[in-house]
């Protein structure tokens, strides 16, 4: 017999105010799954976007990508993870929630050093840095530039660019400047004389050989496609519909857009190495119970800068 818990639900299409709290049932785990009893799940745009009018989606609408939790319970098959062990999981469907089941193939064990508010916002926005700086070839000679730098994304790439060796311009608001230069880049604030300002900056750290457009703005790919001699080392995963006019990567899932499966099945595990032993920082702005979902999305739509929003359930 399936136990229940609770989930946040999608009554209606529109803003926040259609969340709710429900009574679900948690399947018990079938061959090649595992149960995860939730600890924290983290908070996405994607997540409100689902059920804003336009949509598409067919409410209720369960809601949730990434959570950090224990194993509950293990189906038939199931030969890496045992009741008890800690993971991270991504993509999970219905992700807020007291329980999930999932295929054991979306698990990645959480080492003990990692935070689990800190694991539970780190992969969905981690493995589409992993895969732009992968796409991109970043290397210790390059000069990156990253849009939406101080965003999720954002942070992630501009970290994991400098891992690399590379010098990173990293475009935001000034209230993130000082944020992202204790990761090492060299800010420049977005807005008008946006190209005058970054040529002014290669005059002192050489060429932009590299751009990765986590932002979505018309200017971000313009100033891109601007600075960088060779477009199939400009990629954007956001503003996918602009992409092959100019001749850049699109990156995600969308039509044309490389998906880079592989690629985000495999930093799973790179990322919780990098975030345990402190290479990566995965800031948490703030943690809201799971009844306070709303609170939560009203806060990531308005913009919050400088890190990550957490559910917790306990």
Do not use: F
Request: glycine residues 12%.
């Amino acid at each position: 017999m399936a136990d229940s818990g609770r989930a946040v639900v999608a009554g209606g299409l529109g803003g926040p105010e259609v969340l709710r709290v429900v009574e679900v049932a948690a399947p018990d785990p079938g061959p090649g799954e595992v149960q995860v009893r939730v600890h924290a799940a983290g908070v996405n745009p994607w997540d409100w976007k689902s059920y804003a009018p336009g949509s598409g989606a067919r409410p209720p609408v369960r809601l949730g990508q990434e959570v950090a939790g224990v194993v509950r319970a293990v189906g038939p098959g199931v030969r890496w993870y045992s009741v008890g062990d800690a993971v991270v999981a991504w993509p999970v469907a219905g992700a807020y929630a007291d329980v999930v089941t999932v295929p054991q193939g979306v698990l990645v064990r959480r080492p003990d050093r990692l935070d689990v508010a800190q694991a539970a916002g780190l992969l969905a926005a981690g493995v589409a840095a992993v895969h732009a700086v992968d796409a991109t070839d970043v290397g210790s000679d390059d000069v990156v530039l990253v849009h939406g730098a101080s965003g999720g994304v954002g942070r992630v790439a501009v970290q994991l660019a400098v891992l690399r060796g590379a010098r990173v311009l990293a475009t935001a608001s000034s209230a993130s400047h000082d944020c992202l230069r204790s990761m090492g880049a060299e800010p420049v604030t977005y807005g008008p004389g946006l190209l005058d300002r970054l040529r002014h900056l290669e005059a002192r750290l050489g060429r932009v050989t590299v751009a990765i457009d986590a932002a979505g703005s018309p200017e971000a790919l313009d100033t891109s496609v601007a600075l960088v001699a060779d477009r199939t080392r400009v990629a954007t995963l956001v503003a996918l519909d602009r992409a092959a006019g100019l001749g850049v990567l699109a990156l995600g899932h969308g039509p044309g857009a490389d998906p880079g499966r592989a690629v985000r099945e495999a930093a799973r595990s790179q990322l919780t190495a990098l975030a345990a032993d402190g290479s990566l920082d995965v800031h948490v702005t703030a943690t809201y119970p799971l009844e306070e979902a709303a609170a939560a999305h009203r806060r990531s739509r308005e913009g919050h800068a400088g890190g990550k929003l957490v559910l917790v359930t306990r």
